[in-house]
C-alpha cells in the first residue's frame, strides 16, 4: 500500500484547539461552497464549549443552518440572537449568532462616520447610495469586517467568529478595507468631489467621460444625485480612511486567526492555494487550514481479491466493483491534492473533514463536527 493509501480520507492531522481558545477574532475564508459557513458555526461550538462567550457571524447561511441557530426571524437577524441548545451543552460559554446585513452594516459606518446626522443623512438618503450599498463590489466582504470590528470593540465578546461571503475570488476579502482607500483616491472620486466651481472647470478627461456616460445611460437627475453622492461621502472620508486603517491593524493582530477552508477538489484546492500565499504575503495571522468533503479512500483490494473479481459477469457485484475503483481513484487525486495544499500551510495545524452522508444542518451535526475540528489526532503507537 502506499503512503498515500496508508493515510485515510478523513483522518486529522491537526486540531484548532488553540486557535479556538487564544484567539479573539477568527475570520473563514476560502473558495464557493467548500463549508465556510458551516466550519465558522461548528467553530463557534467549539468555542462555546471551551467556555467562551462567542458570536459567530453567518453570511447567508443554509437555511436548515440559520433556523438551527435561530437566525429565522427576518428582520432582527442581524443582531446577536442566543442559541440556547449550545449555551446549554457549555459550562461557562455560551454561543451567540446573527446573519450579516451589509447594507444595515454600511448604514450605521456611515452613521457613526458623520459629524453629525445631517452629513449621515445626506448620504444615508441619496438614491445613488442605496442602489448601491449592498451590491458595491467588495462591499460584502468589507461590511463582514466592519461587522467584526464592531463586535468586536463592543468588549462584550470573548471570541468573535466571522464568515465571509461566496466571492467570485476568495482573495477579495483581504483586500477589501485596501480596496476601499484605493477606491477613495481614485482620480474620478476625486474630480468628483471637489468643489462646484472647481468641478465645472474639471477637465479631467476620465471623469467627463464618465459623467457623459452615465447622463446618456441614465439621464441627468442621476448624474446630480451621482456627483452629490460622491461629495457627501467626502465628508466622511477621512473617518471612513481611518477606519480602514483600523481594521486592517485589526486583522493582522496576534489574537486574529484566518482559517482558510477548501475541498480537495482540484479547482478549490488552486483557489485556497492563491489565498494561502496571500495571507502569508500580506502578513495576516493564518490559524489554521480545514479541508472539508473529503471523500473516504475504500479499503484497498489484495491481489487475491483482484484475481478472484476478474470474471465476473455482468451483474451488481460488476457494478459495485466499478464504483469501488471510481471511488478509489477519486479518494487517491483527493490525497494527492490535500498534500499540495499542506505544504502552503506550513507549520498551521490541518484538520481534514469527512464528506459526510448527511448535511450539517443541526446543533447536533455542528457539535460532531466542533468535536473533529478541536481533538487532537492520536499520535502515532497510541491506543
Ligand atoms: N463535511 C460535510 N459533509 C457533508 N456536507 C457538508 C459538510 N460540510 C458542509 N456541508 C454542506 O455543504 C453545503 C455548503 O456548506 P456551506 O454553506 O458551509 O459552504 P460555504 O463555503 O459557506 O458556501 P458559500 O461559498 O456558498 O458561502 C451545506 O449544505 C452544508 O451543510
Ligand atoms: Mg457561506
Given at each position: 500500500m502506499s503512503d498515500v493509501e496508508q493515510r485515510h480520507g478523513g483522518e486529522r492531522d491537526g486540531s484548532l484547539v488553540d486557535v479556538v481558545r487564544r484567539c479573539d477574532l477568527i475570520l473563514t475564508c476560502g473558495p464557493g461552497g467548500v463549508g465556510k459557513t458551516t466550519t465558522a458555526a461548528a467553530l463557534g461550538v467549539a468555542a462555546a464549549r471551551a467556555g467562551r462567550r462567542t458570536v459567530?457571524?453567518?453570511?447567508?447561511?443554509?437555511?436548515?443552518?440559520?433556523?438551527?441557530?435561530?437566525?429565522?426571524?427576518?428582520?432582527?437577524?442581524?443582531?446577536?440572537?442566543?442559541?440556547?441548545?449550545?449555551?446549554?451543552?457549555?459550562?461557562?460559554?455560551?454561543l451567540w449568532a446573527l446573519m450579516l446585513d451589509a447594507e444595515k452594516t454600511f448604514d450605521r459606518l456611515v452613521r457613526s462616520q458623520s459629524a453629525n446626522r445631517a452629513q449621515a443623512e445626506a448620504v444615508l438618503n441619496n438614491p445613488v447610495y442605496q442602489a448601491i450599498s449592498g451590491s458595491l463590489s467588495g462591499a460584502q466582504e468589507y461590511m463582514a469586517i466592519?461587522?467584526?470590528?464592531?463586535?468586536?470593540?463592543?468588549?462584550?465578546?470573548?471570541l468573535v467568529i466571522v464568515d465571509t461571503p461566496p466571492s467570485r475570488h476568495a482573495i477579495d476579502l483581504l483586500e477589501a478595507p485596501d480596496r476601499l482607500v484605493g477606491f477613495l483616491g481614485h482620480p474620478i472620486y476625486r474630480a468628483l468631489t471637489v468643489g462646484q466651481r472647481?468641478?465645472?472647470?474639471?477637465?479631467?478627461a476620465a471623469s467627463s467621460m464618465f459623467l457623459w456616460a452615465v447622463k446618456r445611460l441614465a439621464g441627468p437627475q442621476i448624474v446630480e444625485d451621482t456627483v452629490e453622492f460622491f461629495r457627501s461621502l467626502a465628508n466622511i472620508e477621512g473617518g471612513l480612511r481611518r477606519r480602514a486603517k483600523e481594521v486592517s491593524k485589526l486583522l493582522r493582530a496576534d489574537s486574529?486567526?484566518?482559517?482558510?477552508?477548501?475541498?480537495?477538489?482540484?479547482?478549490a484546492v488552486g483557489e485556497a492555494g492563491h489565498l494561502l500565499d496571500a495571507v502569508g504575503e500580506k502578513g495576516f495571522p493564518l490559524g489554521g487550514l480545514v479541508v472539508n468533503l473529503i471523500h473516504p479512500l475504500p479499503v484497498a483490494l489484495s491481489d487475491d481479491d483482484e484475481g478472484l473479481l476478474a470474471d465476473l459477469d455482468d451483474g451488481p457485484l460488476l457494478d459495485h466493483l466499478a464504483w469501488h475503483r471510481e471511488l478509489s481513484t477519486l479518494a487517491l487525486a483527493e490525497r494527492r491534492e490535500i498534500e499540495a495544499l499542506e505544504a502552503l500551510a506550513a507549520d498551521a495545524p490541518v484538520?481534514?473533514?469527512p464528506l459526510l452522508d448527511v448535511d450539517v444542518h443541526d446543533v447536533e451535526g455542528l457539535v460532531g463536527l466542533a468535536s473533529r475540528l478541536?481533538?487532537?489526532?492520536?499520535?502515532?503507537?497510541?491506543s
Open positions: 459567530v457571524v453567518t453570511v447567508d447561511p443554509a437555511r436548515r443552518l440559520a433556523d438551527a441557530l435561530g437566525l429565522a426571524q427576518g428582520a432582527a437577524a442581524d443582531q446577536p440572537h442566543q442559541v440556547p441548545e449550545v449555551t446549554r451543552r457549555s459550562t461557562d460559554g455560551e466592519e461587522r467584526l470590528h464592531e463586535l468586536h470593540v463592543s468588549g462584550e465578546w470573548d472647481t468641478f465645472a472647470k474639471v477637465t479631467d486574529t486567526a484566518f482559517v482558510v477552508v477548501s475541498s480537495p477538489r482540484a479547482e484538520v481534514e473533514l478541536v481533538e487532537r489526532a492520536d499520535p502515532p503507537g497510541s
